[in-house]
């Protein structure tokens, strides 16, 4: 006689052997027998779950489990399979509420299984695979998750603190509001993951995959983000990246954050502590691609993440980090530019880098104001026997006046022709000059007067 769950309770029904041990042999994993449960045991487990029953409640709500031998003989018992290809004549698991605390359930299968509100505090799921499970409300302090596949599961609500689940899946998940604080999701792929509002305070996010992800008003306070891939994530207004650790950090991961096409959406960086060097991940990959195509298409990408990040930093007022962000993603154009030999473009932004840095250097503009001015008159003195006596102030005046005269050239008397090796340097000061003047009032007006 066995005891059968279906969708309206729990019947009373009679399996010959036979079709038991196929049952046992379409159930998922590893299957024990009747005897790896004692009769005890079982008369004890069928008890709780009829009385559950009979109240109206989950068959195994508040009922602790004790190994994961018992799983396999309710597995068994009521025809249920945790695998991922369910067999005719089985049903998933429908385990809410039961509880698993310090057990080691690691290679468990639990696809599509009904798994609300259980608890299962210090207990080991590594390799365990939850695809398109229920965890609503689950307790899981303390679970050691490593290499887990939790891929499509909802977690809504449920308290990882403290969880392990580094190398785990957790593609698409449904985790809105759960509690992740202290968790640990090295190398975790949480790609698509919905994490609004969940606390992810303290959380070890080193080298996880977040690409597209929901992080609406995630809490982030001092989680490690080190080589985290953000790409496509959405965050907003209400994330909270408080004291959140980006900044590289070889000895804990070689990679930099990657942000192309981060939906910023008003997420506050005033308290996020940025590197002075300011590199992404995402211009790492650049020299990862093997192919001129791939090269370039990483490059517009590259350039996107620099510019997001140049817009939402100075719409926030952090200048000086806007200012990194902003030179960076130009001088990805530019190597872009070359590499798609477009020499013309390419050159114009190298002239730009060396003059002013793109408009973000102004130390830089004034540096090359005065290399021009004392190299101009340093010609001037050499080459031409008009300034007598006081030649070195005459020379230097004579460059200042050049450089923003425009073809006015004071004190070379009149029998100076236009082919004069002095005005012909002149000339040349004065387009230089041009040059200069131009991107030194651009410069000042970007750097104190916004644009």
């Not at 207990?123 to 609503?136: C, E, N, P």
């Amino acid at each position: 006689m066995r005891w059968f769950a279906g969708s309206s309770g729990i019947g009373c029904v009679r399996i010959d052997e036979d079709a038991s041990q196929q049952n046992r042999q379409l159930s998922g994993t590893r299957v024990t027998t009747m005897t790896s449960v004692s009769d005890a045991r079982q008369a004890e487990l069928k008890r709780a779950a009829q009385e559950n029953n009979d109240q109206h409640r989950p068959l195994f709500d508040q009922v602790t489990i004790l190994s994961l031998d018992e799983i396999h003989w309710i597995y068994s018992t009521y025809h249920w399979s945790g695998d991922e290809q369910l067999a005719s004549g089985l049903q998933r698991p429908d385990l809410r509420g039961a509880i698993f605390n310090n057990l080691n359930l690691a290679n468990a299968l639990f696809f599509e299984a009904r798994l609300n509100g259980i608890r299962a505090l210090n207990t080991s799921f590594q390799f365990a695979r939850f695809g398109r499970a229920d965890l609503s409300d689950a307790q899981l302090q303390d679970a050691r998750c490593q290499n887990a596949d939790f891929t499509g599961a909802t977690l809504a609500g449920a308290n990882l603190t403290q969880s392990n689940f580094t190398d785990a899946t957790m593609v698409d998940i449904r985790a809105r509001g759960c509690i992740a604080s202290f968790a640990k999701f090295i190398h975790t792929n949480l790609q698509e993951a919905d994490l609004r509002d969940a606390d992810l305070s303290d959380a070890v996010c080193t080298d996880a995959i977040l690409r597209r992800a929901r992080l609406g008003g995630t809490i982030l306070v001092r989680a490690q983000l080190y080589g985290a891939d953000l790409r496509g994530a959405r965050l907003s207004s209400e994330t909270d990246l408080t004291d959140a650790e980006v900044i590289f950090n070889p000895k804990i991961s070689q990679r930099h954050l990657r942000l192309c096409d981060v939906e910023w959406n008003g997420v506050a960086l005033t308290r996020v502590p940025l590197s002075p060097a300011l590199l992404l991940g995402d211009e790492e990959l650049i020299d990862e691609q093997t192919t001129r195509s791939g090269r370039l298409k990483q490059m517009v990408e590259a350039s996107h993440a620099y510019h997001g990040l140049w817009l939402v930093l100075r719409a926030q007022g952090l200048s000086e980090a806007a200012s990194r962000a902003r030179f960076r993603e130009q001088q990805i154009e530019r190597r872009r530019q070359f590499l798609a030999r477009h020499i013309l473009q390419g050159t114009g932004l190298w002239l730009l880098e060396t003059v002013s840095g793109y408009g973000e250097r102004l130390r830089r503009t004034f540096a090359w104001y005065l290399v021009i001015i004392c190299g101009f008159a340093a010609l001037y003195l050499t080459l031409s026997g008009h300034f007598t006596g006081t030649g070195c102030v005459d020379a230097l005046v004579y460059s200042v006046t050049s450089f923003h005269g425009r073809g006015f050239f004071p004190g070379l008397g009149p029998n100076v022709t236009a082919h004069d090796p002095v005005v012909v340097l002149a000339a040349l000061e004065a387009i230089i000059g041009l040059f200069i003047e131009l991107n030194l009032i651009a410069t000042f007006t970007r750097r104190f007067l916004g644009n």
